[in-house]
Structures are given as structure tokens and as C-alpha cells.
């Protein structure tokens, strides 16, 4: 079974999950070149991609990883700094 998701934006075609944040948010990033990143906001009516900068995304998968270290979620930990170490 995969764990990848994937969202298609309306300009930017296919994107796929780096990172869940919070409740409501999530990082993308295109699928191929994995250059553009956006922010994604949903909602029960709405879904918002806000582009953000690659040292932005950065930033918000790192402060991620602390989170989850603090939190004690070693196997999340593990595949999420596997990602940030490919992506970044």
C-alpha cells in the first residue's frame, strides 16, 4: 500500500506530498522538477495553493522534524528526514 498523495493544481499539473503540517495544511511540490513548492490550505469548501520559496519549505519541513522528534515519533522522524535529506 502507498502512502503518496497527490493533488492536481490547476496551472501547475500534478503535485505531490512532501510533508504534512498541521490540521489543514500541507507541503507540495511538482512532481517532476521539484523546484516549485506551495503551501496547501483545504478547507470543507475551498483548497488554496500558496507558492512558497524553497528555503520557505525548507524551514517549515525542519521545524517539523523538531516537532516530531520532541514529540517522540521516531518512525515519522525517519521518513521525513529521508525526504528532507533527497529534497533538500
Given amino acids: 500500500m502507498s502512502n503518496e498523495i497527490y493533488l492536481n493544481h490547476p496551472t501547475?499539473?500534478?503535485l505531490y506530498q512532501i510533508?504534512?503540517?498541521d490540521d489543514n495544511q500541507?507541503?507540495?511540490t511538482t512532481l517532476y522538477a521539484q523546484r516549485l513548492f506551495f503551501l496547501v490550505k483545504t478547507t470543507p469548501n475551498n483548497?488554496?495553493?500558496e507558492p512558497i520559496t524553497r528555503a520557505d519549505a525548507k524551514l517549515l519541513?525542519?521545524?517539523r522534524l523538531r516537532f516530531?522528534?520532541?514529540a517522540g515519533d521516531f518512525k515519522a522522524y525517519?521518513?521525513?528526514?529521508k525526504l528532507h535529506k533527497n529534497t533538500f
Avoid: K
Fill in 12 to 14: 501547475f499539473g500534478l
Fill in 19 to 21: 510533508c504534512f503540517l
Fill in 26 to 28: 500541507e507541503i507540495f
Fill in 47 to 49: 483548497t488554496q495553493f
Fill in 61 to 63: 519541513i525542519e521545524n
Fill in 68 to 70: 516530531l522528534r520532541r
Fill in 78 to 81: 525517519d521518513v521525513l528526514a
